[in-house]
């Protein structure tokens, strides 16, 4: 069985790799600057009172996230449309009515061989 993290990367792979790149490396800064926006100003005291409220937001961005891809996963056709010679033949099919679509197999003439 695969596991959770080997689905979500496979999605990625031999495509994504910019956006890998940069969605950490913007992960990594902001927590830089989140980290020294906290000790600069003394938000130490204040930060746990913060925390329930950060968990609630990524809490609700995740299930958002999870929501949107499930709608666009329904969206998806499970087969590729028809084209134009397909369209024709199965409207002909259809219009037939009682008709068999099996016709009956061109005998070759008979011929006189001698043995």
Do not use: C
Not at 32 to 54: D, E, H, K, M, T
Not at 68 to 97: C, F, H, I, M, Y
């Amino acid at each position: 069985m695969d596991s959770f993290h080997g689905n979500l990367y496979d999605h990625f792979k031999d495509r994504h790799y910019g956006g890998i790149f940069w969605s950490t490396l913007l992960a990594i800064i902001a927590s830089f600057a989140l980290g020294a926006a906290i000790g600069l100003f003394n938000l130490q005291v204040y930060f746990p009172y913060l925390l329930p409220g950060i968990g609630l937001l990524a809490a609700t961005w995740v299930w958002r996230s999870i929501r949107q891809a499930r709608a666009e996963r329904q969206k998806q056709l499970r087969r590729a449309p028809l084209s134009r010679d397909e369209l024709r033949v199965a409207r002909s099919k259809l219009g037939n009515g009682t008709r068999s679509i099996i016709r009956p197999v061109s005998r070759a003439p008979d011929t006189d061989l001698k043995y």
